[in-house]
């Protein structure tokens, strides 16, 4: 009986997750440009998959297809193992949490063992990828006047709540490249090590003062004198 109940339980997750897939597939279908002018890449929130579609406004700033195409081959790498990973571990507790066999201290001690996972795994994601967003912000957007975020702890609010499981909303959960208010130009600047500036010694000269000249005979002028 017990092994029905978890199979079922299991059976209801998945189909959960198939409903919600389909729906989070055509959100994230591709990029969209906001109102304020900032730019939405969604992520799929079951697959953890970056549409690869180019957003053609970024041609204003020279962003080409091959370097858009490759963020978002390194996101994916990122994201679709660690998302997979976290609904392995949602089957698991699902099906664990169903066993009859389990008395309550052993069940809440792997449900929290289940929970430290599922933190784990997303602190992981996000971590992995403000790596390639510091990447990306300091060699391409931030030169061009943009600077690129994740709104990843969304995810985990929802998450929490079991909102993708469940039929809740999903809130926009992706990269957001804002415009910053202007292009940031980046110089670089090899810092050498002043030499420390000694003093001279100043040496004084005295100079004889030179007897004033005479005025040449015949000229106007003060008389001369003679010492006695």
């Known amino acids: 009986m017990g092994c029905c109940m978890a199979s079922m339980a299991t059976n209801m997750m998945e189909n959960a997750y198939a409903q919600q897939g389909q729906i989070a597939a055509q959100a994230a279908q591709q990029p969209r440009q ?39 081959q390194a996101l994916n790498q990122v994201t679709m193992p660690a998302l997979a990973q976290s609904k392995a571990n949602s089957l698991n507790m699902v099906n664990d949490a169903m066993k009859p066999t389990l008395n309550v201290n052993t069940a809440m001690n792997r449900n929290m063992q289940y929970q430290a996972t599922q933190m ?45 499981a469940y039929g809740g909303m999903a809130p926009q959960i992706g990269i957001m490249i804002k415009k910053t208010q202007q292009p940031q130009v980046v110089y670089v600047v090899q810092q050498g090590q002043q030499a420390p500036v000694q003093q001279q010694p100043v040496q004084v000269v005295q100079v004889q003062a030179q007897p004033q000249a005479q005025p040449p005979m015949g000229t106007e002028g003060p008389p001369a004198y003679t010492a006695q």
Request: glycine share 6%; net charge negative; charged share 5%.
């Open 34 to 72: 906001l109102a304020t002018g900032d730019t939405l890449v969604p992520m799929n929130y079951i697959t953890g998959e970056y549409p690869s579609v180019y957003p053609s406004w970024f041609n204003q700033q020279q962003i080409t297809t091959q370097t858009w195409t490759q963020l978002i």
């Open 120 to 164: 784990q795994i997303q602190q992981q994601l996000i971590e992995a990828t403000d790596r390639i967003l510091l990447s990306y912000n300091q060699q391409l957007f931030q030169p061009m006047g943009l600077q690129a975020t994740s709104s990843y702890s969304a995810y985990a609010t929802m998450h929490a709540q079991g909102g993708y």
